[in-house]
């Protein structure tokens, strides 16, 4: 058969080569900027940005109220401490009046794409009493002011800040913080802008204010997320003049003014199967490019035990249901039903990531799987009962992942065998050219102190969250698919952060090594070289592309011309 006619297409299993793994904190290990000599007892909850910039949360063998801190982690760099607990304000933003900071329980932080870290914290008098909650903000440099407790804002007529919630960053550090404000009883979620020098903050969308299409804010934000342009997207309720019902209601706002209502849960009634408005929408999610999701419930009389549910997307002013609660996953499976959906998240382009819990109506069998919707259609990635790759035989059991702003997705789960009995966990990684493929698996080799390296074991959420240490779901991972762990060494107290860099697992694109990429020659020696051509070069042609022992094949085709369009090959 001609080789054009074998693009039909084969996915490969097996793993990528070993990646590069360093240790950036451990127990046991001095904690950069603490008094004392202070030793590192607890790290955890690490996150990333797509710059390689990691913060995580440690504990110390410090005085208690000074022993907890955030601290930042940059690309070939050590640790720097960020903020301490017990550190005094007066360092942090000029608040002579207050004592020390201290973080909440659990503590609240979220990091963008390029390294702006926001958080919030709690200060306290002299006395160790919480007299106010604040929201900060920094790159690299001491965090700066995003808003406190009896704040004020503009217009003052809003009244002050009475709580603050974690901020919202974009790459280039305009910041909204979500607070309530105190003119009003009970007092609702707000959506405030901060400005230059963090003070004053302006108010973006609060109760009362007037929407354009004749409605009015009334409610608390539901949910809200923020893309890098600045512009917001905020699930809230409506109060319309005509109606004096709370109206579910999706707003956009601008970086510096309210732009439109939407959807309006009364008036949207098309797209709902069968009619109707919906009672509540939550789990907003916004991309670079303006699409969006949500998911809406539908209002009905009385209230069912399972309300009907829907995801929904839109893109270029179209909004269509993608998944429907008890309904099959639309292009897939008929015997297969979508019970419910979670960590809803959209690349810089509008694909929508989501973990699903599917149940097989012949068996009422159920299982999760990971899936994405590519603007059409869905494909399911990963799922329970599935094959694992890299593991003999083995079958994924619990599944967890997230996905990186290009489309790059992790997927972090325990493999079982035939039985059901536990063979390994690891974590896998997939990207739009590509298959599934094996990343780590636990029982990882780890050369921590400049010693033998020992064997540690990768932390599931799971696991680690029943032991109170709170960490994101799966690997956070970033545009290049580096992304950081947890790791544990058995029957020992000994915690570990890594960075996980992979290693591409394709050849240069300058396949004919002459020093020139990318070129047109490039790809006319591979297209040679694949119909069985003498390779000109004294360096030899390798057509085994991706290098996973199988050649020719059409995912060598596949991983050429994804790496010479600037995919990453993982």
Known sequence: MPRAAILGLVMTSAAIAQPQVQIIARTGQPAPGMPNAALFTEVDRPVIANDGTIVFRGATNGPIGENTGLWRVAPNAAATLVVREGAFATALNRFGDFGAVRFPTPPTYSLSHTG???????????????????????????????????????????????????????TTGYTVLLSSLSRFSPPPTSLLRDTVGGIPREVLLTAAQQIPGGSRFYGSIQSAALNNSGTALVATFDNISSNSTNIPTLVRVGPNAVQEVLIDGVLFTNTLPGGGRFSSITDVALADDGSYAFTATRSTTPVPPEPDTYLFASRDGQTQVVLTRNQPIPGLRADEVVTQWSQVQLTTSGEIFTILDIRNTQTSLTRRVAAIYRRTNWVILAGAGDLAPGFAGGRFGEIRGTIASNGIVAITALVLNSTGGTIGEGTWITSPSRGLTLLMRDRLLVDVDEGPAEDFRLLRPSWFSSNELVCVEAAPINADGTMTVVLAEDNTPFFAIARITPQSQCDSIDFNRNGVFPEDQDVIDFFTTLAGGTCPYVEPCDIDFNNNTVFPEDQDVIDFFATLAGDTCL
């Open 116 to 170: 702006h870290l926001s958080f919030v914290s709690l200060l306290l008098t002299p006395e160790s009493r919480a007299v106010s909650v604040s929201a900060w903000t920094t790159r690299t440099g001491t965090p700066q002011l995003l808003g406190r407790n009896s704040q004020a804002v503009s217009p003052a007529s809003v009244g002050t800040i009475s709580s603050v919630q974690t901020p919202l960053s974009t």
